[in-house]
């Protein structure tokens, strides 16, 4: 086969990291990342970024969606022959349409699990999320003024957050709305993710990569460390400040 597909390296595991804005999916993804034993996950498949993606692999995926999403595993499976990409439950559904429009991986009739696994051999599932739903709608109402969504040295935000007790609420309820749709797909499709915890994930990094890499029964060269984290953890004075605002508001906590 000729053009970009020429030297198709094909993954012997696939994973999906299943989250929502302001989940700690930033902090897992490149935690995996650094092992570079996990292949290289990031949003390859939220729509906005594919042009970029695609032009930097000599792939269109606005004329050939099939050979984009194939180009983009070969391109991005790491040499131990592992793919891993991530995906938000907002674009979920929309992510599936554009995958059975192709017709590659399936038809009408193929169920979305089944549909998945053509695309994606041997796909896991790893759900992260994160229990403190107020701090959580916090650190999104944050970056929704800011502008800064991955905090990191260098990156400078558009302007200074307010706090915003009605912008609160609605990431509350956005939040929950958003886990909900991962937790009614995992039902239908018949499929218990490895579940990944924020507040573990910072409370003991090391331990739950290697954990997520268990799951996927990825090893790593012995004596092989995991260095600290990327990305740094947004809580400071502002959000500390912004959560002792719960009791003077109209602001609930959403269920866990």
Request: hydrophobic share 35%; with cysteine.
């Amino acid at each position: 086969m000729g053009g970009p597909f020429h030297n198709l390296r094909h993954p012997r595991r696939c994973y999906v990291v299943c989250a929502i804005p302001r989940s700690g999916s930033n902090l897992l993804t490149d935690g995996l990342h650094a092992t570079r034993q996990a292949g290289r996950p990031k949003q390859f498949f939220l729509e906005k970024f594919e042009a970029d993606y695609g032009a930097k692999h000599g792939l269109d995926p606005a004329k050939d969606y099939a050979g984009y999403v194939r180009g983009i595993i070969s391109a991005k499976t790491t040499s131990n022959e592992v793919f891993g990409f991530k995906l938000m439950s907002w674009y979920l559904d929309n992510f599936l349409t554009r995958v059975r429009a192709t017709r590659a991986f399936g038809d009408a009739e193929t169920c979305d699990l089944k549909l998945l696994q053509n695309a994606f051999p041997r796909l896991k599932f790893v759900h992260v999320f994160r229990r403190n739903k107020l701090r959580q709608a916090l650190s999104t109402a944050r970056a929704l003024q800011t502008g800064l969504w991955k905090v990191q040295k260098g990156k400078t935000i558009q302007r200074e957050p307010q706090f915003d007790a009605e912008l609160i609420e609605q990431c509350l309820k956005e939040g929950q709305r958003q886990e909900k749709a991962w937790e009614c797909f995992f039902q239908r499709i018949g499929v218990n993710p490895f579940r990944v915890e924020y507040e573990k994930l910072c409370q003991d990094y090391e331990g739950t990569i290697r954990a997520v890499l268990d799951f996927l029964r990825i090893s790593l060269p012995r004596r092989t460390r995991i260095g600290p984290p990327v990305t740094v953890r947004q809580a400071d004075d502002i959000s500390r400040a912004w959560g002792k605002y719960r009791d003077r508001s109209s602001i609930t906590r959403c269920p866990s």
